[in-house]
């Protein structure tokens, strides 16, 4: 039974690969028609005086930045250049960026680098993305991202998203529509921007339930997404997504969370499952919502080295509920997440065979709007890795080497944090956390066998600047 | 006694002042807030909903009824009359349509809208783009634009 589900998803996983480069062949080729569509057409149609009127009073219109369209010389203009502008203004061409960078200290233990030692600068976020509407109904983005943070994150660029997104019905606030590519994962208030400092309400968001552990796994997914916004009576508007695809896991930090070791096999991805709504009432003020994530993955082994473990498979299958309100110049936001943890018995590990457990997240937090420009923010945040289990001790008495490390379950964390927007783009703030336990701190920045064990109560501040455009 | 009878005549006059001073703020606090939403004149929409209008101003509503794109300008976020309108007229704060944008936008499922500088930037933008919608000022409204009737 489980070995035909197995071999059903592999199957699965086999043909998305075969697909998913069309897919994104089919992207290239779209831009490319668009593009040499927008170039022919005014050639065709016009002179080149004509072609010059056009753009000149294009120059009126420019949907653009001042700056782009000052910098151009009407009467210079060679074809392409002409051509390649009134492609920008009629397809709705955009681009925004993000740079973010921290300084992070701790009173002990590791967060993005040797941060109990001095601080470090470990935590850079940059990110460029390009969106444009081609036709009506069609809107096509990409970014690429890049983060430097600790062990885990290199500061490689990467594909964040590409998505083709195609609108099927719209009328009113009511809209329904299908997405296709690799897409953000829509989970909880804040996931799918995590990385951009601008729409996080702290540099560290609750760890509790976005851990930085674990991000890339729940971040984006290669996946067909269907959507809708739904008029609830005069009420409000329920937005819902759902999509299937394949998720993210073949980073160190993913791999040490799920298996406690970075071994020399690897994650295989298989067929996940995500869903979320959120209803809004008209004023924005409330904000309810529900995730839930079926996420399915497999070890693979490798033969080379002599794996020690074997080809297990695991489940993860988190649910966090969400809630907000905002006033004009406080908002108050709490998530609740449930997440629960399967292996099955083919790790040829007693530690992980057969585990199954459920944890437990929260937090709750509040934000206070001074003026525009400063704002500030107080928050507990709770993580229990095991809900039967809150304080570890059942855990450490497993085993020897585990006795009195049961603060490595759980984590609680008391945050306060000030925010100055000094202009709308770039921004500065500081935040101070207080923490008991280290159960969402990152094994690859903290090795027990480099540097011992981590400390049950610490300390951590960061300060952050961030620009956007 | 002098000094209550001078007072009992000082009452009405001041209260009359007064009048006419709020009467004045009144009409000239309405004359300033007098605004509409514009759209380019080949917009065939004549008239909206406000959720319609809200769902617009979110940038979730990307086509008018006959299928053709819909462009939105703003001005920046601190600006008065984006203020009111926000206020009055989307019933959300400025602050919420931001972060509604910023999340569109680096989530890949939408676009910002267009901000613009001025009122007459507005005004030209809107004028000379086609599908565009956003806000202008009673006085500032030129024979370029239609009024978008709000239901």
């Known amino acids: 039974m489980k070995m035909s589900r197995c071999s059903r998803l592999s199957n699965a996983y086999r043909q998305c690969r075969l697909i998913l480069p069309r897919v994104a062949a089919f992207f290239l080729l779209m831009l490319a028609l668009t593009f040499t569509h927008a170039q022919q057409q005014p050639a065709l149609k016009h002179s080149p005086i004509d072609s010059t009127q056009r753009f000149i009073q294009w120059l009126n219109i420019a949907d653009l930045p001042n700056r782009i369209a000052d910098s151009v010389e009407s009467e210079k203009k060679p074809g392409f250049i002409n051509n390649a502008m009134s492609f920008i203004r009629n397809k709705d061409f955009q681009i925004h960026g993000f740079l973010g960078q921290a300084y992070i200290t701790t009173s002990d233990n590791d967060v993005f680098g040797n941060s109990d030692n001095g601080g470090s600068f470990g935590l850079t976020e940059a990110g460029l993305n390009a969106s444009m509407r081609p036709l009506p109904q069609v809107q096509l983005s990409a970014q690429v991202l890049s983060r430097r943070a600790g062990e885990g994150n290199s500061g490689m660029p990467r594909l964040d998203y590409a998505i083709f997104d195609y609108r099927l019905f719209s009328h009113d606030a009511n809209q329904f529509g299908v997405r296709i590519g690799r897409l953000k994962n829509p989970f909880g208030f804040y996931n799918e921007t995590r990385d951009v400092a601008h729409t996080r309400p702290s540099i560290l968001l609750p760890q509790s339930i976005y851990f930085d552990r674990t991000r890339n796994l729940g971040l984006s997914s290669d996946s067909i997404q269907i959507y809708g916004d739904l008029e609830i009576f005069n009420l409000g508007v329920l937005s819902t997504q759902f999509g299937i695809g394949f998720p993210i896991v073949g980073d160190r930090d993913t791999e040490s969370s799920l298996l406690g070791v970075v071994l020399p096999g690897q994650l295989n991805r298989e067929v996940t499952y995500i869903g979320r709504g959120i209803f809004e009432t008209n004023d924005k003020r409330l904000r309810l919502g529900i995730s839930g994530l079926w996420l399915n993955t497999s070890y693979d082994p490798s033969r080379q080295h002599h794996d020690p473990l074997g080809p297990g498979a695991l489940q993860f299958t988190p649910v966090i509920f969400s809630a907000q309100y905002n006033a004009e110049r406080w908002s108050l936001t709490s998530e609740y997440a449930i997440r629960s943890f399967l292996y099955n018995n083919h790790f040829n590990n007693p530690a992980l065979n057969g585990l199954d457990f459920v944890g437990e997240s929260y937090y709750i937090q509040g934000e206070y709007r001074f003026t525009p420009k400063w704002e500030g923010f107080v928050r507990y945040d709770a993580l229990f890795t095991d809900r039967t289990d809150r304080d570890g001790s059942e855990w450490a008495s497993q085993l020897p080497t585990r006795s009195g490390l049961g603060y490595t379950r759980f984590a609680k964390d008391i945050t306060v944090g000030l925010r100055w927007n000094i202009t709308p783009a770039f921004m500065l703030r500081g935040e101070y956390h207080h923490i008991n336990g280290t159960g969402w701190l990152s094994r690859l920045d903290n090795d027990p066998s480099k540097e011992g064990h981590p400390s049950q109560y610490w300390d951590l501040f960061a300060i952050q600047a961030s620009y956007r455009f | ?151």
């Open chain 2, 1 to 151: 006694m002098p000094r209550s009878r001078h007072s009992k005549h000082k009452t009405p006059i001041l209260c009359c002042a007064l009048a006419l001073c709020l009467f004045f703020l009144k009409t000239e606090a309405e004359a300033h807030n007098h605004y509409r939403i514009v759209t380019n004149a080949g917009v065939t929409d004549k008239k909206i909903s406000v959720n319609g209008l809200r769902s617009i101003f979110g940038m979730r509503m990307r086509t008018w009824t006959d299928g053709t794109k819909i462009r939105v300008f703003v001005l920046a976020d601190e600006h008065e009359l984006h203020q009111i309108v926000s206020k009055e007229k989307l019933n959300v704060f400025p602050y919420q349509l931001r972060s509604t944008w910023d999340r569109l936008v680096f989530s890949g499922t939408g676009q910002a809208p267009i901000q613009v500088n001025s009122s007459e930037e507005m005004l030209q933008k809107i004028a000379n783009t086609p599908g565009a919608i956003g806000y202008l000022w009673s006085m500032d409204i030129d024979e370029n634009v239609k009024v978008l009737e709000v239901e």
